[in-house]
């Protein structure tokens, strides 16, 4: 594998390496899979008392919370690493921990599913699974804040709030299909894939 760039590429986990670490783990290549994570946090986490991902693809530095690219979809992916491999989750324990912190600290200003708070709902299911119910109290209740009342109907507004959307990314086709995905185990089976 050629990290010659890493500093500077996407490490989401639908949009860059974060989604090429997962398709090796499935194919069995977990070495490779590890060494993918393994460069994320080091090229491209903020550690302190929480951990981050940035970016600087806009000219600066920004911190990214989003299942598309950010704190959501690398916990996701960890965790599901971690639940899968023993050895996986005593090296990684540590940052994912502080990983999980900074994901139960972000606020975004948006709802959608790839780039917004509802991005937060497949890692606070899969730890619900595991009996940890903090995130998935406090996402669930934070999603208020989103959400649009009109009389007996509830709606997502979609990207940056302009206009409501049904749609899968952005509106409130993907949050009913994560609201539905509760009940389910695998922290992947809400993507239509």
């Known amino acids: 594998m050629d990290f010659a760039n ?3 590429e ?7 390496w974060g989604g090429v670490s997962w398709l090796f783990w499935q194919l069995g290549q977990k070495e490779v899979a590890e060494e993918i994570v393994s460069r994320i946090l080091r090229d491209h986490a903020e550690e302190a008392e929480t951990l981050t991902i940035s970016d600087q693809s806009r000219g600066f530095e920004r911190l ?4 598309e690219n950010g704190n959501f979809g690398l916990a996701l992916l960890m965790h599901k690493f971690m639940r899968e491999d023993p050895a996986f989750k005593q090296r990684y324990q540590l940052p994912f921990d502080k990983l999980k912190k900074s994901c139960l600290t972000y606020c975004t200003y948006m709802e959608t599913l790839v780039s917004g708070y509802s991005g937060v709902l497949p890692l606070a299911k899969s730890l619900a ?3 940890d119910y903090a995130l998935l109290d406090y996402a669930l209740a934070a999603l208020n804040q989103y959400l649009v009342a009109n009389n007996d109907e509830i709606l997502a507004p979609g990207k940056y709030g302009y206009k409501l959307s049904l749609d899968f990314s952005t509106g409130s086709a993907g949050l009913l299909t994560l609201l539905k995905d509760l009940r389910q185990r695998d922290e992947f089976s809400w993507l239509p894939l």
Do not use: I, R
């Open 64 to 67: 990214l919370p989003y299942l």
């Open 10 to 16: 996407d490490v989401g986990l639908l949009t860059g």
């Open 129 to 131: 699974g595991d009996g």
């Open 6 to 8: 890493f500093a500077d």
